[in-house]
């Protein structure tokens, strides 16, 4: 379990700072819950509610592809790409509320990774321990 490990931690860094833009806007404009009409806080609420939507079954995903043997390779591969498009996708809807090349990158490659991941693991539950 040590490569989803990584990709834990490395997750773990990107949801605390996510949640402190949270916590210093809304320090900054006074409000306790919601958004308060505020868009910036809006952004930031979404940015870090879309990675904590996201991270969970990407990274269950990864740790079940370690536990069932995957190679580093794999691992690094589906990982890296998983949390690369996490990253983008957070800056680019931290940045803009609309279309953003951040969010144009991250979610394709979101799902890029979580197909890769799906057909991972079904393959190894039709063929067996060996696929």
Not at 71 to 100: D, E, N, Q, W, Y
């Amino acid at each position: 379990m040590r490569i989803s490990s990584l990709y834990v931690g490395i997750s773990l860094i990107l949801i605390v700072v996510l949640s402190f833009r949270v916590v210093l806007r809304r320090w900054k404009v006074r409000v306790g819950l919601g958004d308060g009409g505020d868009m910036e806080l809006r952004q930031r609420i979404r940015a870090h509610g879309n990675a904590v939507e996201y991270l969970p079954m990407g990274l269950l995903a990864l740790l079940m592809l370690e536990i069932g043997g995957a190679g580093p390779m794999v691992l690094h591969g589906c990982g890296g790409t998983f949390i690369f498009a996490r990253v983008v996708h957070a800056i680019g809807l931290s940045r803009k509320s609309g279309v953003s090349v951040g969010r144009e990158i991250g979610m394709p490659l979101t799902w890029l990774a979580f197909l890769a991941m799906a057909w991972l693991l079904l393959s190894r539950y039709l063929h067996g321990p060996g696929a």
